[in-house]
């Protein structure tokens, strides 16, 4: 519930949005990189990111999200990244981060079983299907 993707397609694509004090901020895309986008996909439930670039699902509005994220990649949550310790005044106006994740059922499946539902699970990891 503290953040989340607007104006895309689906759950897993949109514009970056970042709740604080009961009050959304848009998140600039100088304030965030890959290995934050694939904390925020796998925190929404969606697969790994496929596309980030600035203003792709509309500009930012305010007020702007004032901090950098600093993930490792292993977090669990976006607001479990570090976070730059100041506010930041240097987003560029309109350049709002857009990201589309994988949706979940492009990089898992079931196969060989006698439904969808069942079979051996696979997981696609670096282009190639793994079990």
């Given at each position: 519930d503290s953040v989340r993707l607007v104006n895309g397609t689906n759950?897993?694509?949109g514009r970056l949005e970042v709740k604080l004090d009961q009050s959304w901020s848009s998140v600039g895309e100088d304030a965030f990189d890959q290995q934050d986008a694939e904390v925020l996909c796998r925190e929404l439930g969606c697969g790994p990111p496929s596309v980030l670039q600035g203003a792709?699902?509309?500009e930012t509005e305010a007020p702007p999200w004032s901090k950098e994220f600093q993930c490792?990649?292993?977090?669990?949550?976006l607001?479990?990244?570090?976070s730059s310790g100041s506010d930041r005044s240097?987003?560029?106006p309109g350049k709002a981060v857009g990201l589309t994740c994988s949706e979940p059922d492009d990089w898992i499946r079931l196969v060989g079983g006698d439904s969808r539902c069942s079979?051996?699970?696979?997981?696609?990891?670096?282009?190639?299907?793994k079990p």
């Amino acid at each position: 519930d503290s953040v989340r993707l607007v104006n895309g397609t689906n759950w897993c694509s949109g514009r970056l949005e970042v709740k604080l004090d009961q009050s959304w901020s848009s998140v600039g895309e100088d304030a965030f990189d890959q290995q934050d986008a694939e904390v925020l996909c796998r925190e929404l439930g969606c697969g790994p990111p496929s596309v980030l670039q600035g203003a792709l699902y509309g500009e930012t509005e305010a007020p702007p999200w004032s901090k950098e994220f600093q993930c490792e990649g292993n977090e669990a949550a976006l607001l479990d990244c570090r976070s730059s310790g100041s506010d930041r005044s240097t987003s560029s106006p309109g350049k709002a981060v857009g990201l589309t994740c994988s949706e979940p059922d492009d990089w898992i499946r079931l196969v060989g079983g006698d439904s969808r539902c069942s079979g051996r699970l696979e997981m696609k990891h670096r282009h190639e299907w793994k079990p």
